[in-house]
């Protein structure tokens, strides 16, 4: 299955796509695009080992304000909280446990430092986890984050959801004057079926003047500069972001129904450039 996929990716040379989000809109036709891979981990290693470090490190912590937006949980890179399964996949799980003055565990890994790239195909396929206070995303942040800081160095969100709501997922940009609850975001929904019972396949195609949100390979937003209200800051290089997040200012906090311990299964991340 993943090895199909890359073959489709790479020599489709166009594509129409139906346009879903809360409401359906009309059919949308892509110019050609194809695609040379130019980095992938499809998590292959023994069950309990750790991501590989050639291309992946960590965030660890609570960070400041709870990573900006309140959340709650320890990040740290012990297998309990990131490994492989030994089945060619990644599992990130958050944990209801008391850790370095912390009530809840969890895994942030990043590519920083070992790999960023301008534009092209960045896709993962992935099943999330659920319940209220449950934050996962898979997202990318501007390589040049420690010289101009957040949100100037931009943020693209290819995935993130809230945990109470399993069949709604939000593709979104931040950047200067669009960042926050301001950002420039939108949701899509799923006609049948639920994100954390089943894998489903999250992508951006990102070019000079626009970035378009897939699920499935349906596109369901296009966001160009002239849309938003701020400076356009995605013409340099970006890194990548795996995490789960408990609480916080985007998904509101764990409830007593909440189901701990709550695993993000990744069956893969791949990064391709225009042939």
Same mark, same amino acid.
């Given at each position: 299955?993943?090895?199909?996929?890359?073959?489709?990716?790479?020599?489709?040379?166009?594509?129409?796509?139906?346009?879903?989000?809360?409401?359906?809109?009309?059919?949308?036709?892509? $110019?050609?695009?194809?695609?040379?891979?130019?980095?992938?981990?499809?998590?292959?290693?023994?069950?309990?080992?750790?991501?590989?470090?050639?291309?992946?490190?960590?965030?660890?912590?609570?960070?400041?304000?709870?990573?900006?937006?309140?959340?709650?949980?320890?990040?740290?890179?012990?297998?309990?909280?990131?490994?492989?399964?030994?089945?060619?996949?990644?599992?990130?799980?958050?944990?209801?446990?008391?850790?370095?003055?912390?009530?809840?565990?969890?895994?942030?890994?990043?590519?920083?430092?070992?790999?960023?790239?301008?534009?092209?195909?960045?896709?993962?396929?992935?099943?999330? $986890?659920?319940?209220?206070?449950?934050?996962?995303?898979?997202?990318?942040?501007?390589?040049?984050?420690?010289?101009?800081?957040?949100?100037?160095?931009?943020?693209?969100?290819?995935?993130?959801?809230?945990?109470?709501?399993?069949?709604?997922?939000?593709?979104?940009?931040?950047?200067?004057?669009?960042?926050?609850?301001?950002?420039?975001?939108?949701?899509?929904?799923?006609?049948?079926?639920?994100?954390?019972?089943?894998?489903?396949?999250?992508?951006?195609?990102?070019?000079?003047?626009?970035?378009?949100?897939?699920?499935?390979?349906?596109?369901?937003?296009?966001?160009?500069?002239?849309?938003?209200?701020?400076?356009?800051?995605?013409?340099?290089?970006?890194?990548?972001?795996?995490?789960?997040?408990?609480?916080?200012?985007?998904?509101?906090?764990?409830?007593?129904?909440?189901?701990?311990?709550?695993?993000?299964?990744?069956?893969?991340?791949?990064?391709?450039?225009?042939?």
């Amino acid at each position: 299955m993943k090895k199909l996929h890359t073959i489709l990716i790479i020599f489709t040379s166009s594509l129409v796509m139906f346009l879903y989000g809360c409401e359906q809109q009309a059919i949308q036709t892509l $110019p050609e695009r194809s695609w040379t891979l130019t980095w992938s981990d499809d998590f292959e290693g023994p069950l309990g080992s750790s991501p590989d470090k050639s291309k992946w490190t960590y965030d660890i912590g609570v960070g400041n304000n709870g990573w900006g937006n309140s959340e709650l949980q320890h990040y740290t890179n012990r297998p309990i909280n990131v490994q492989l399964n030994g089945e060619g996949q990644l599992v990130i799980t958050a944990r209801k446990e008391s850790y370095a003055g912390s009530g809840f565990t969890s895994a942030r890994i990043k590519t920083q430092g070992l790999f960023s790239q301008t534009y092209g195909r960045f896709e993962a396929r992935i099943k999330t $986890p659920t319940g209220p206070g449950i934050w996962p995303a898979f997202w990318l942040l501007g390589d040049n984050i420690s010289e101009v800081s957040w949100p100037q160095c931009g943020e693209i969100d290819i995935m993130e959801q809230r945990g109470q709501q399993p069949t709604i997922t939000h593709g979104s940009v931040h950047g200067p004057g669009y960042f926050g609850a301001n950002a420039k975001t939108k949701p899509f929904g799923l006609m049948s079926g639920r994100f954390d019972t089943e894998f489903h396949l999250y992508a951006i195609e990102w070019g000079e003047d626009y970035i378009d949100f897939f699920i499935d390979d349906y596109l369901f937003q296009r966001i160009q500069p002239q849309d938003l209200s701020g400076e356009w800051v995605f013409n340099k290089p970006f890194f990548m972001i795996l995490n789960i997040a408990v609480g916080g200012n985007y998904v509101g906090y764990p409830t007593t129904g909440t189901p701990f311990p709550q695993a993000m299964v990744i069956d893969y991340v791949r990064v391709y450039k225009k042939s």
